[in-house]
């Protein structure tokens, strides 16, 4: 979804990151800084949010900006694909999360399962790498990369809750629930569907 003011404030903000992590001259970095909090202030104004809040989700980190990654376990039991009802909207995704320092990503998505699920898997192969500006999620402050990764069910059994889930199940390419768009969307399901049950060598890009 492109939303113009929500690139910018973006772009604003990744420039004024770098230029505080890089930059040397003072009076430079007062600059970088009041840019820093011009992109702070155009994400609170157009999403109805403190300031404060924003600084902290938004403009918090230090260091060169790069993209959040975005791990999801595509887990198939009968070609039907596993999902997890997110506690935090309502609605249902595959297994993931943001990615862990110190973990590979399958290590994630082995993690992210086990904890969401109750189901123990075992990573297979990678099925696609994506940018979410490319697809129809809603508005996000953060720049993504989403990697879908192809687990084989290996043992376990369904949690009735977890500190994210509240439910968990099965379900087919047409008879799917209602899924949190924030986390994945129904062509990309059904995508990872095909993807799965296609080629080894086939792997879906941007």
């Keep these: 979804m492109n939303i113009p003011w929500l690139n910018w404030a973006k772009e604003i903000q990744a420039i004024s990151q770098a230029g505080l992590t890089y930059g040397e001259n003072g009076?430079?970095?007062?600059?970088?800084?009041?840019?820093?909090?011009?992109?702070?202030?155009?994400?609170?104004?157009f999403t109805d949010t403190p300031i404060d809040k924003v600084t902290e989700l938004f403009a918090s980190d230090t260091g060169y900006q790069t993209p959040k990654v975005d791990i999801r376990a595509v887990v198939l039991k009968e070609n039907k694909v596993l999902l997890v009802k997110e506690r935090a909207d309502g609605a249902w995704a595959l297994p993931g999360g943001w990615a862990d320092i110190g973990f590979t990503p399958s290590e994630v998505a082995v993690k992210e399962t086990r904890e969401e699920a109750g189901y123990e898997v075992k990573p297979v192969r990678l099925l696609a790498v994506l940018d979410k500006k490319c697809h129809s999620h809603p508005p996000a402050p953060n720049y993504v990369y989403k990697i879908f990764i192809l687990c084989e069910l290996v043992g376990g059994e369904a949690l009735e809750v977890s500190l994210e889930t509240t439910e968990v199940g099965f379900f087919?390419?047409?008879?799917?629930?209602?899924?949190?768009?924030?986390?994945?969307?129904?062509?990309?399901?059904?995508?990872?569907?095909?993807?799965?049950?296609?080629p080894a060598s086939q792997v879906l890009l941007d």
């Design 27 to 45: 009076y430079d970095l007062e600059r970088y800084e009041a840019l820093r909090k011009i992109s702070v202030e155009m994400m609170s104004h």
């Design 172 to 198: 087919g390419e047409n008879e799917l629930p209602p899924l949190s768009l924030e986390r994945n969307t129904v062509e990309q399901v059904k995508r990872m569907l095909e993807l799965a049950n296609g």
